[in-house]
T-cell receptor, first 113, second 110 residues
Framework: DAGVIQSPRHEVTEMGQEVTLRCKPI?????LFWYRQTMMRGLELLIY????????DSGMPEDRFSAKMPNASFSTLKIQPSEPRDSAVYFC???????????FGAGTRLSVL | KNEVEQSPQNLTAQEGEFITINCSYS?????LHWLQQHPGGGIVSLFM???GKKKHGRLIATINIQEKHSSLHITASHPRDSAVYIC????????????FGKGTLLTVNP
């Protein structure tokens, strides 16, 4: 299996622009997570999906952030409008669900200028 | 105060040295994870444990539930072990939500 695939790997955008991050989980995994990593706060859970349904979005910072999982093999995290403080590395992870081990993607490094 | 605390924050060692990274947590947990992140790279799960000890190659992870403490040991350290090591805990009521430590940056010099 190719593992969790995230795109793009790097994204540079200007403040106010819309940003869409993409994730393809490992086939057969029914849990999907979006995380944000910054130097100041470390890793933080943004949202958790189980069987394509959002279960916990308490970590989504504000209404500018939204996430969708239209099917078992694809998820998006959208930021609209983006702000410089959104600059971070965003990770997607998936889990088979029966065990809490999570498999992380390579991350998307977002820079908002 | 973070529920998961790691120490040290930074660690520099010479090749061949025995390494210990510590993790303390303040809440009841169902599992404790150790993760590895290479500079600019992704995150890899090394261990998940809820009791006792696990070993994989030169890496050993231990946990003491009563003392709410876990350690990650690296024997015969090598420069390729240089990475950030992150401790994360599944809080007792959740089998999915991880609370992360801030990480320990390990540098192993040749």
């Amino acid at each position: 299996d190719a593992g969790v695939i995230q795109s793009p790997r790097h994204e540079v955008t200007e403040m106010g622009q819309e940003v869409t991050l993409r994730c393809k989980p490992i086939s057969g995994h029914n849990s999907l997570f979006w995380y944000r990593q910054t130097m100041m706060r470390g890793l933080e859970l943004l949202i958790y999906f189980n069987n394509n349904v959002p279960i916990d979005d308490s970590g989504m910072p504000e209404d500018r952030f939204s996430a969708k999982m239209p099917n078992a093999s694809f998820s998006t995290l959208k930021i609209q409008p983006s702000e410089p403080r959104d600059s971070a590395v965003y990770f997607c992870a998936s889990s088979p669900g029966l065990a809490p081990i999570q498999y992380f993607g390579a991350g998307t490094r977002l820079s908002v200028l | 105060k973070n529920e998961v605390e790691q120490s040290p924050q930074n660690l520099t060692a010479q090749e061949g040295e025995f390494i210990t990274i510590n993790c303390s947590y303040s809440v009841g947990i169902s599992a404790l994870h150790w993760l590895q992140q290479h500079p600019g790279g992704g995150i890899v799960s090394l261990f998940m444990l809820s009791s006792g000890k696990k070993k994989h190659g030169r890496l050993i992870a231990t946990i003491n539930i009563q003392e709410k403490h876990s350690s990650l040991h690296i024997t015969a350290s090598h420069p390729r072990d240089s990475a950030v090591y992150i401790c994360a805990a599944n809080s007792g009521g959740s089998n999915y939500k991880l609370t992360f430590g801030k990480g320990t940056l390990l540098t192993v010099n040749p």
